[in-house]
């Protein structure tokens, strides 16, 4: 199969792989660059359990090409925090509940953490709004919107 | 390709966290789910692994006149090319009854069924070569309508479904029809309401495609590393299809990303296995999310016909109610779906005369199995629409009415059987209908806070407000003298800690946490590790499903940990290792001509819960937001009061679904919405907050007095949603999803 | 497949010219669903991310130039959602915000899907399509530019490069219909000005015909117009609606939209 290679930045790290010219960035990070946490739910961009940072743009990674991420930088949930050392946005999901399955919660992650980067203390509209592109099949999304006020420090 | 067996990447162990039965515990499986870091089925990788992918018929009903592989077998990178001729041993499988193919033999009967399988090493190039196979299709009509089903050529001549003490119905295409006879079914009432309602197909929807890995041992046997309900079942149905003994084939939990009864059935099973036989290398499936809307069983679609009979004063004196479920190409569990329907079609009400049908019919729509509710959401949303009618009719409020008629210990249910456990029907309604909704909310406001949401369709203008109430209930473990059962084994050491084993199948419902739980309050220790989850050393745990392994766990757990203790002090210590096998109190089958109890109980216990629900509804435009909603259900204990509320919560955003937006369209038995962009399911615009209340009434005979509580919230939530409609628009709506057709136009 | 990524215009056209089988990717919200789903195969694709003459925007003359590489985000700004209110209350029911941060204007036009959310608010706005290719340069109005579902009028070796706006500065609003409260795809949707410049009233409807269709008016047969603007739209039933559903739905919005703008 035709392969083209890609150097990207991910997490902190530069990284290089070939790749497929088809192929999503998501299927680069889970199948080719061993970072499997961003799930693959929906590959159509419906359901943002796939979400990273592009060059600190919440995107899905299904809908990106990886070929369009070589010289970039990417973040994923793998880049958030470490076992030790949970993003404060992580450890609200795990204190309030907010983990079920969990397949969309490295998704749900990511966006909150974007979301508290951009706005701070987010009213709960603005964080329905903000999370309306990630799709929980499990919880009812009342715990995730619980963890979101934890780690924003909002009481509810 | 070695005998030795490739690296899995490991699952992050699975810690324990201090918490014993009945406090609110965090996950133990919580930190590596935010992390990223939990092995879901899609997520295995092996080394030299090749990718699967699965051709499928492009019809609902056709003949199959020719495969050709020969174009495919060579392509680049492709390793097999596999069709029925290739299966080894049995050449069906099914949950209940084998008239499912493993690949299509000579007839596919839906759209999807699987033709061929092919192994690459690339997924593209796997998918290239499926391309290249060839298959002559002689098209036939499909069966399309289940209410004609029975009037057309039979699509299982030898009629798997017979000869298993079902009543016989001769007609063609039906998979299982009972009848329950109660009282006198002619008995009259004051009034009469009926009332005619239909449900739509829904899909589980969970976010986690089928997935799996395949790996040959090197000696003719396979492990399958899988996200699947039920290890046990699934290697008993795998193994005979390939001709080995279920000791060659080990079956193995890989995370789960939710389940809600639609991995009860084989996706990738016995096709991965297959193929990784055949190729002598491990072998990997992923479903897209196109092909995992037709990779697994749905809910029955139903027509439910309803005639309810009450004195002036309200007292129900006779229903009558005529149940059809479309089962689809294949039986999977419509058998038990069709008894389940018919069996808590009157709701938690005392009714002494009543006459229930009940008919699952085979057709080339979508094969229809288990999901949460398992035939009792249906016919909720039908009971209860017919409640409010009866209400209206008697000039009674409608929670008053349940309230008369509340089912409680000591009634009967129509199948004759005594209520002898918890049944707190009253309570819960009484709870549910004391919850205060929020004030309504004036104008204006975000259009992300009105009917319409994001779609900035009405500053307020169409905007009706309305309130719903429903109560619904089901049984709780597996019915109908199956002879339910769960294993656990628990290795104690020397030292107090203890691993424990048990192939409950967690699937995002905290399983794991129960047994956790369990083991922490019986042996006294924090230091417990749970083993993985697999048929390879511990007994089956049976389905998580039915609402039961909550139940089934915190016995067969408890029991192995009571014995544990009990032999290491017999031995005065030293390490022990005791497996333990728990049963629920004995069920019997009904009876196949009166659908009366043949013994004492065809069902274990009970669960029920009440809802008020609050929406607000446009009428112009027929779109809707649910405000609140607020319920009271009875859990018997919860074990852990956090994942109890977090069921009911999810559970609810299901039944919403239902009520308002999803549904499997199909037109000639072909699915035409299998995509995230139009099968619709709520976000996080759509939920809104839950207020929730747990009723604990402890059941006598269950561990610790824990019922399950999942299926609870997502039968009851469609009807008190949909009642709410109803009271915002005036409306009939006599079927879900509501469309925005039938309320404005 | 191969994948070209050229770093300038002129050099992403030279390579269209030279393939012209060959697909432009920028959002990729629309092309990566196609591959995703083994839709679509083309034998090249040209990832136009790396082009900036198609980032941003700037004034000309009283006009806004948007390049075809604008996201909805961006258009969600303040400064441009100013000048062209209905285009970003018609971006932020575009998808979800990953959607909205990634999907361009010029996609929506590429696609020229009849739920374009983007085109109904540029029809209402007599927005003018900038096309390019090795060949030269030439400007469609966007009612010219849209040939039919999912067509456009681009020839083979051409590229959407711009959409140039007068903004009207009129009153203006954009409604979308959707059986859910975020992420649909318009069952229908609706852009409506009251332009008193022109003495006009302007709407144009999505997902009710094979093209986003303009409907115009005299100022002052409001009255008539939800009507008009209904009997205009040529609406089917698929999996996502009626024909009867979204004709009276129009009538409603149109009703809706007029009492905005009006106000």
Sequence with gaps: MPRLRIS??????????????????????????????????CEQGECGSCSVLLDGVLVCSCLVLAAQADSHEVTTVEGLGAADDLHRVQEAFVAAGAVQCGFCTPGLVVATADLLERVPAPSDDEIREALSGNLCRCTGYQKIFDAVRLAAGIDA | MSATRPKIKARPPTRPRLGKIGESVPRSDGTPKVMGEFAYASDLHAADMLWGHTLRSPHAHARIAEIDISQAVGMPGVHAVLTHADVPGRKTYGLEFTDQPVLAIDRVRYFGEPVAVVAAEHPEQARRAAEAIRVVYELLEPVADPERATEMEPLHPDRPTMGHGYRDDPRSNVVRHMVIRHGDPETAGDVTVDGVYEVGSQDQAFLGPESGLAIPDGEGGVDIYVATQWLHVDRDQVAPCLGLTVEQVRVHLAGVGGAFGGREDLSMQIHGALLALHTNRPVKFVYNREESFTGHVHRHPAKIWCEHR??????????????????????????????????????PYRVDNALIESTSVYTNNPPCGAMRGFGAVQTCFAAEAQMDR??????????????????????????????????????????????????????????????????NTTRGAGVHRGVGFAVGFKNICYSEGFDDSCAARVQLYADGSATVHCAATEVGQGVTDVILQVARTELGTDRITLAPHTTATVGSAGSASASRLTWMVSGAVRDACRAALEEQERREGGEVDVERVHHHRPTTPLDPETGQITGERAHVALAVAAMRAVVEVDIDLGLTRVVWVGTAQDVGKAINPQAVHGQIEGGTAQGLGLALMEEIQTRDGRIVNASFTDYLIPTALDMPPVTVVLVEDPEPDAPYGAKGVGEPPAIVSVAAIAAAVRDATGRALTRVPIRADDICL | MEVLTPRSLDDALRLKAELPAARFVQGGTDV?????????????????????????????????????????????????????????????????????????????????????????????????????????????????????????????????????????????????VGPRNAMVIAVCSLALSVDRERGELRAAFGSAGPVTGLVTAPLDEAERFPAAVAAAASPIDDVRGTAAYRRHALRVLTGRALERCLA
């Design chain 1, 8 to 41: 990207l930045t991910i997490n902190g790290e530069p990284r290089e792989t070939d790749v497929w010219g088809g192929e999503s960035l998501l299927y680069a990070l889970r199948e080719r660059l061993d970072l499997p946490g961003s799930k693959n739910a």
């Design chain 2, 310 to 347: 009450a004195t002036r004063d309200g007292r129900i004196t006779c229903v009558r109610m005529r149940i059809l479920l479309d089962g689809g190409a294949y039986a999977s569990s419509s058998t038990t779906v069709t008894s389940n329907a018919a069996s808590f079609a009157l709701g």
């Design chain 2, 390 to 455: 009866l209400a209206a009719e008697l000039g009674i409020d409608p929670v008053e009415l349940r309230l008369l008629n509340a089912l409680a210990p000591g009634d009967y249910l129509p199948t004759g059987q005594l209520i002898d456990g918890a049944l707190p029907t009253a309570e819960v309604i009484r709870r549910a209908a004391a919850l205060e909704p929020p004030a309504p909310e004036g104008f204006p406001r975000d259009p992300i806070r009105l009917p319409g949401g994001a779609g």
């Design chain 3, 32 to 176: 990566l669903v196609e591959l995703n789903f083994d839709r679509s195969r083309p034998a090249a694709l040209i990832n136009l991310n790396e082009v900036a003459e198609l980032r941003g925007f700037l004034r000309e003359n009283g006009a806004l130039v948007l390049g075809s590489g604008l996201t909805y985000a961006e258009l969600m700004q303040p400064e441009l959602a100013t000048a062209l209110p209905a285009l970003a209350e018609a971006s932020r029911t575009v998808g979800s915000p990953q959607i909205r941060n990634r999907g361009t204007i010029g996609g929506n036009l590429g696609t020229a899907s009849p739920a374009g959310d983007a085109l109904p608010p540029l029809l209402v706005e007599s927005a003018q399509v900038e096309i390019a290719s090795v060949r030269g340069r030439r400007a469609l109005p966007l009612a010219e530019f849209l040939v039919g579902p999912k067509r456009n009028a681009l020839e083979p070796d051409e590229l959407v490069v711009s959409i140039r706006i007068s903004p009207s500065g009129s009153r203006q609003t954009f409604m979308k």
